[in-house]
């Protein structure tokens, strides 16, 4: 992924810093604008003046949530390549580093997009239907969350209740949680309307939900990290995204038990992992391999992680092959 000219773009809720460098880290410019539409056409408007041609620019930012997405869809718009990076990466890649400003991180950010163009792959924004759906699974979480802490509070003040009279309190509290409740059925009508329109185009969510402990949900949350299945080429990679492929611990001649990395996607892992509590209990197949592993005195962690890694390559064998799960325990009990 060679390039005439880095862009280390540093992003904040109101405004961009960026610095431009050539192919030998040399620094031409740098600026600052508003993050905005405006903005953003200005600083590209700047860069076509300085004669440095769309075409051969490369630039690189953080992941920042919705404050890079203007960013990004204007960018494609221009037909400007670019790279989105975590953060931790770019951290822990360049050493040392003493001081911190926006300035001095689009600088680094540039470094970091010169020093490493071999091993970085142009980013893209995910289809807007996948991005809808991500904001109404994000408000379900929100609303679980909020009923959660509602729940909570009631059962609290229960127990309050043998002292205090707290009684209109836990009504006020009961009345949000209902209209919550009621809120809920109809995020995840929209939800599964959405997963629908999605699977009349891509047939993915049929496939992942016919494999036991993989619910609308996971389903939905599996389509938005893997962008429809085009982010990770196998199960090992989504399984290293989501924190249960393990990874040897050895030095000289001490060698430690294999474990799973602390850098991971938690939300995606916790949902698995109620994935697996499912699977264990409807599955007969992956049920026996728990219990028998347990049985041999594995840690039931452990377990879990290997059964995550079960599921999810399960998932990406139904949808490379395009047809739903099969339950093989259910065709040998036939015969």
Same mark, same amino acid.
């Given at each position: ?52 041609? !769309? ?14 997405? *203007? ?25 040392? %580093? ?34 809808? *759906?991500?904001?109404?699974? !994000?408000?379900?979480?929100? !609303?679980?969350?909020? %009923? ?15 002292? /205090? ?52 949900? &996971? ?44 850098? %991971? ?13 499912? /699977? &264990? ?55």
């Amino acid at each position: 992924m060679e390039a005439s000219y880095y862009i280390g773009i540093d992003i904040s809720k109101q405004r961009l810093d960026w610095h431009l460098t050539d192919a030998q880290n040399t620094e031409l410019a740098t600026g600052q604008t508003v993050n905005s539409p405006k903005g953003i056409h200005k600083m590209i408007g700047q860069w076509k003046r300085g004669k440095f041609y !769309l075409d051969e620019l490369i630039v690189c930012f953080e992941h920042t949530g919705p404050y890079g997405l *203007l960013l990004a869809a204007l960018l494609e718009e221009s037909g400007i390549c670019y790279v989105m990076v975590s953060a931790i990466q770019v951290q822990l890649s360049l050493g040392i %580093r003493r001081g911190k400003s926006d300035p001095i991180d689009a600088r680094r950010l540039a470094e970091y997009l010169w020093r490493f163009q071999d091993r970085l792959t142009p980013s893209h924004l995910p289809s807007k239907m996948l991005l809808e *759906l991500r904001g109404w699974l !994000l408000w379900r979480e929100r !609303l679980v969350k909020m %009923r959660t802490a509602l729940t909570n509070g009631i059962q609290a003040n229960i127990l309050t209740s043998e002292v /205090a009279d707290l009684g209109e309190i836990n009504e006020q509290m009961q009345t949000q949680h209902d209209q919550l409740t009621t809120q809920l059925k109809q995020v995840d009508r929209k939800i599964n309307k959405l997963l629908r329109r999605y699977n009349t185009t891509e047939g993915q969510y049929d496939l992942l939900v016919s494999i036991p402990g993989i619910g609308p949900v &996971i389903a939905g949350w599996l389509l938005v990290y893997t962008e429809g299945f085009t982010r990770f080429s196998n199960a090992r990679q989504l399984a290293c995204f989501a924190g249960s492929a393990p990874f040897p611990k050895q030095s000289g001649e001490h060698r430690g038990p294999d474990r799973v990395s602390q850098w %991971r996607c938690q939300r995606l892992k916790s949902l698995l992992l109620n994935g697996v509590h499912s /699977a &264990i209990q409807y599955d007969p197949e992956l049920r026996a391999y728990y219990n028998r592993k347990c049985g041999e005195g594995k840690h039931p962690q452990s377990v879990r992680n290997a059964v995550i890694c079960k599921l999810l390559y399960r998932v990406f064998a139904v949808i490379n092959r395009g047809t739903p799960y099969v339950k093989i325990h259910q065709h040998k009990a036939a015969k």
